[in-house]
């Protein structure tokens, strides 16, 4: 059976290539002579590891991409049969799986082995002993950088001092023996730059979701938009340029009235307006982006687009205080964020958005997610006076995606909310009494 | 005090959900608090030393019917948040003025601020324990975090902690950790003498009540056992890991030692141990608990390690133990044991230690497939096993 092609965005197409060039990258990375580091999305410090000239391997995403491949599967399977318990995250098994394959990444080119294991402890328990893993697998230096959760709503001068001296006193020396390079921070402040640059696109880009119509989907249309950023990307002309030439074609859209480009082309009517918390399944992201389009649902906020960098409540990169900038960066990541914070940015995205529901996608691999967003579903209940939907799937391990029972869920959760909007226009009371009359 | 008094004491307090030793402690004097902590480590003498009782709260086991807890969790999410948050939810943590969530692991993390949410005006505190280990960074980091949790506390009712009330709180805790040392010693010396079950149980109730009250029941029961006349059995001995955070039904751990298997060492009620000797009494205070966390914790999967450090400890404890073979017991959808379970089974099989592996919840209540498998690797080492 043949695939039908999906229409993309020109940005999608540049995006993928950008993807598909750091790919490359990484596979001549030996004979380039770069260094390789393995890190995490949340809490990556991409500006200064291309200030050492060193490549970046983020797993998470070699196994998102595993996942939309249809290679994740398999790769769970070897994990599990290595010892790997079914019960643990199938972002870390998907990765130890396509090692123990062989390590060939999902564009099909060789992934290089780690000079040095970046544990950006950001947000997840799990990336701890993913690394504590893949160390025991390769046996290289860790860097660790812990970075201090934000229990209370606030980052406090001693978190920040905590972090930056983690840079200065374990991270920095980790890559100058790595790479055999001296820490520039010259160069460092230079890309920090060229990433605030690329984050004020990129918060233009996922705000202009406000107007109605939304000319993007900031969910899965989103996934697209943060790749460069959450990647290799940051701090770089190329990532820079990107989330210029994207901005300038969501302001093409905008200005022309249209909605967001789905795979099946422009879409024509934005029925429903919703805000989504927590990431997407990956093994059936087209089906299940489908279950929202053929709805006319547009998400039109999103907090999955956060997990690596949240710059749309002010942040940026500050290439005037380099280190501390990163130790912001890293501490204000959505996953680092105790519930409450989660809460009120949930709440501020329905009532900015003018969303009309908000819907959470409560995947079984990511407890850092999943855990107490029931609880959060009440309390936004509460808040906004918006009833909320629940719906739950998994990022890469197919076996935890029930196509059916998600769209039954989805559908019944649109009809309600269309319910709902026919009785404010027309007040059951109402209708009663005119049938009286 | 005879041996079985002690232990129906401690399980009465133990598993006492409704927590009448702590509302008495509380009644006995004006003003007095109580502050609650999670699995798996906590700094109780920051607490004692500011006047406030440390309560261990451990989930409620399979003794309590969950209504409210299940509806805050999905089914892959493990089963002491669920029963906690239903004692919360039910009244029976009122008797608690504050709440503590050290690091363990995304769950716990984020049940503090389920807590905030479920319970809005309650002090809620998420403790971020170092990973990082060096003095400089990592020391100062926690030196930090237990000033302004001496704050905290302060704030809500408690007597400031100075240098002095802390020095003699850690000299206290130190001497629990002496008395807990020496009723590991004998387990490993002589299970049949103390067997697991007794000192979990004596553990679990050093949670609730005050460390001197605690001292004085582990003076009684070491003199009480060590004098028993117990007989040894022909049992293996194994040494029981991944029980950290959501404990096994009391079941559990007698069916695994009605299985043949002594059970002499495990990382059962971790909080007693964690600092594995004794925390320097001189000096800052602070400073002292926060190397003591750097430099003389166990190795235990919720904290950083460094390459092997964590399989060689287990391995270590085998030996030291003098045990045949160890049994991973970990609850279902726990991220931290499951987790570092394959890099332990690592270590095992270099060093040619067997093992055996299940998953429990706080509430299991089937033993029986735990039997037949604890009691076939007991036949296995018994049968097969070099001298």
Redo the contacts between chains.
């Keep these: 059976m043949t695939r039908e092609r999906a229409a993309k965005e020109p940005s999608m197409v540049r995006q993928k290539e950008l993807i598909a060039g750091h790919y490359r990258r990484l596979a001549r990375a030996r004979e380039a002579g770069e260094a390789v580091v393995y890190t995490f999305v949340p809490g990556n410090l991409t500006e200064l590891l291309l200030s050492f000239g060193a490549a970046a391997v983020l797993p998470e995403i070699n196994a998102l991409q595993s996942g939309m491949r249809g290679k994740s599967a398999d790769y769970i399977a070897r994990a599990e049969k ?4 079914e ?3 199938t972002y ?1 098994k998907c990765d130890l799986g396509m090692s123990l394959a062989g390590n060939v990444g999902p564009t099909g080119e060789p992934i290089p082995r780690p000079d040095l294991l970046l ?1 950006s ?1 950001t947000g ?3 990336f ?3 690394f ?2 893949l ?2 697998q390769y ?1 290289c230096p ?1 860097a ?1 950088l ?1 970075v ?2 934000v ?2 709503g606030e980052v406090t001068p ?1 978190m920040i ?2 972090v930056v ?2 840079i200065r ?2 991270v920095l020396p980790a890559l100058e023996k790595a790479t055999g390079r001296r820490f520039d921070e010259a160069d460092l402040s230079r890309r920090l730059a060229l990433s605030a640059r690329a984050e004020d696109d990129l918060v233009w880009v996922l705000e202009s979701a406000r107007n109605r119509p939304s000319p993007i989907d900031a969910y899965f249309g989103g996934v697209y938009y943060i790749g460069p950023m959450f990647s290799a990307f940051r701090g770089t002309e190329e990532g820079a340029a990107y989330y210029g030439a994207l901005r300038g074609e969501v302001q093409e859209r905008l200005q022309a009235g249209r909605g967001p480009i789905t795979p099946e082309g422009p879409m024509e009517e934005e029925r429903f307006r919703l805000v989504v918390e927590g990431p997407p399944n990956w093994t059936s992201f087209r089906e299940f982006w489908k279950m929202f389009y053929d709805e006319g649902a547009v998400v039109v906020a999103s907090t999955y687009t956060k997990v690596g960098g949240l710059y749309d409540t002010g942040f940026r990169h500050d290439p005037g205080a380099p280190l501390e900038s990163l130790a912001r960066y890293c501490l204000g990541c959505y996953t680092n964020l ?3 914070s ?2 009120d940015l949930l709440e501020r995205y329905v009532r900015d958005y003018a969303a009309d529901g908000f819907l959470i996608n ?1 995947v ?1 691999s990511c ?2 997610f ?7 579903l009440r ?1 936004l209940e509460r808040r906004t006076g918006i009833a909320g939907g629940f719906i ?1 799937s998994d990022l890469v391990d197919p076996r935890y995606f029930s196509a059916s029972n998600i769209k039954t869920r989805l559908e019944s959760y649109l009809q309600m909310i269309a319910q709902k909007r026919l009785e404010a226009h027309h007040p059951p009371a109402a209708a009663a009494e005119g049938r009286a009359s | 005090m005879s041996l079985e008094s002690i232990i129906a004491e401690a399980e009465r307090l133990a598993f006492d959900l409704e927590f009448q030793g702590v509302k008495r402690w509380k009644e006995a004097a004006p003003g007095r608090r109580a502050i609650g902590y999670m699995p798996v480590y906590a700094p109780r003498e920051v607490i004692h030393a500011a006047g406030m009782l440390p309560v261990g709260i451990f989930g409620g086991g399979d003794r309590i019917e969950i209504i409210r807890g299940d509806a805050c969790f999905q089914s892959y999410i493990c089963h002491i948040p669920r029963s906690t948050v239903e004692l919360a939810l039910s009244g029976r943590l009122g008797c608690l003025d504050g709440m503590l969530f050290p690091s363990t692991c995304d769950v716990i993390r984020n049940l503090s601020g389920m807590w905030k949410i479920l319970l809005p005006g309650f002090y809620a505190r998420y403790l971020d324990l170092p990973q990082n280990f060096d003095r400089r960074v990592g020391g100062r980091f926690h030196r930090t975090e237990l000033l302004a949790l001496a704050s905290d506390l302060a704030l809500l009712g408690g007597a400031p902690v100075t240098e002095e009330t802390l020095r003699a709180s850690i000299a206290l805790y130190n001497e629990n950790r002496r008395r807990v040392r020496a009723l590991f010693d004998l387990r490993r010396r002589s299970p049949h003498l103390a067997p697991a079950v007794e000192a979990y149980l004596l553990l679990r109730a050093g949670c609730v009540v005050p460390v001197e009250d605690h001292n004085r029941m582990l003076d009684a029961y070491l003199e009480a056992a060590g004098a028993g006349d117990r007989p040894a059995l022909d049992n293996c001995r194994v040494v029981l890991r991944g029980a950290f955070c959501e404990t096994p039904p009391l079941a559990l751990l007698r069916t695994i030692e009605r299985a043949g298997c002594d059970i002499v060492d495990d990382d059962l009620v971790l909080v007693s141990r964690w600092i594995r000797d004794d925390v320097p009494e001189a000096g800052d205070p602070f400073e002292a608990l926060a190397h003591a966390y750097l430099e003389r914790s166990v190795a235990n999967a919720c904290r950083y390690a460094g390459e092997e450090e964590k399989g060689a400890d287990l391995v270590a404890a085998v030996r030291q133990a003098g045990a045949e073979g160890v049994i991973f017991a970990a609850p279902s959808f726990c991220d931290p044991a499951l987790l570092d379970q394959p890099m332990l089974v690592a270590a095992l099989e270099r060093a040619g230690i067997p093992y055996t592996a299940f998953k429990y919840s706080e509430d299991t209540g089937q033993f029986q497939p735990i039997r037949e498998q604890a009691g076939t690797f007991a036949d296995s080492i018994k049968l097969w096993s070099q001298p």
């Design positions: 290595a010892g790997h318990s019960d643990v995250c870390v544990l402890y997840c328990f799990t701890m002993k993913w504590e893993l160390r025991q046996h860790v660790m812990h201090p959760y229990w209370n001693g001092a905590y001296d983690q006193s374990e105790n519930l409450p989660r809460v409560s079984k407890n850092s999943s855990a107490g967003q029931l609880v959060m309390e739950e």
